[in-house]
């Protein structure tokens, strides 16, 4: 049997031990806010927060995969995230162009650095994305950039298709160095006649219709015509 000494002693020793544990738990689970520059290959298995905007994402059957770049930074990092159940709120404002802040274990795959937000981690929405021009061979060679993205374009309206599925507005834009581009936009029967030849400016949803195997910009508000003189 111990005598009062030796217990004493051993209630020390266990004390320590307990807090030496404790720290190195919270040493271990600790969480450094960094810039995305910031990171490297050294902070592999650390937990981590870094903000930046959304470059482009994918939404696969059980993941979220999408890029965040720092301004005046060219490196990307890829950041993972399970399907959850606030989902619909991400499909709505994960966009290419919000600027987001995520939480989350640094990983390697495939030799590239990731971030998967975990169950502990987050993901919030600091800015939405901003609507502004957009230039329409832009949506047009890099159409996943945008998708899902309200963007307003302008150009020349070159035909008017009434049908009993609504109204489709082409859109044309000529470039000096690429050509003359065509955006079809889509919307709800629209009455305005005699458009055609018209400026028009067309804000709305990015979006790729399966049905007909086609990108289209889905109008939100109806289109701003410019008159003559």
Request: with cysteine; net charge negative.
């Amino acid at each position: 049997m111990l005598n009062r000494e030796q217990l004493l002693t051993l209630a020390v020793i266990v004390s320590i031990s307990g807090i030496s544990s404790l720290y190195l738990f919270s040493s271990q689970h600790s969480t450094f806010r960094v810039d995305i520059s910031e990171i490297d290959e050294g902070m592999i298995g650390s937990r981590v927060v870094t903000q930046g905007t959304v470059f482009e994402v994918s939404w696969l059957p059980n993941t979220i995969l999408f890029s965040l770049k720092e301004k005046d930074h060219p490196v990307q990092l890829t950041v993972a995230m399970d399907r959850m159940t606030d989902e619909p709120q991400h499909e709505r404002d994960l966009k290419v162009g919000a600027i987001v802040e995520a939480e989350g274990i640094l990983e390697e795959y495939d030799g590239d650095l990731n971030l998967r937000v975990d169950e502990l981690g987050s993901l919030s929405v600091l800015q939405k994305a901003q609507t502004s021009f957009t230039e329409i061979y832009s949506l047009l060679e890099n159409p996943h950039w945008y998708e899902g993205l309200e963007v307003k374009v302008r150009g020349d309206v070159v035909d008017k298709i009434d049908s009993t599925d609504g109204t489709e507005l082409i859109l044309s834009s000529l470039d000096g160095s690429r050509g003359r581009y065509e955006l079809t936009c889509t919307m709800r029967t629209w009455g305005e006649d005699n458009v055609v030849g018209k400026p028009a400016v067309v804000r709305g949803e990015w979006i790729y219709e399966n049905t007909r195997g086609r990108w289209v910009l889905r109008a939100s508000h109806p289109p701003e015509v410019k008159t003559a003189g």
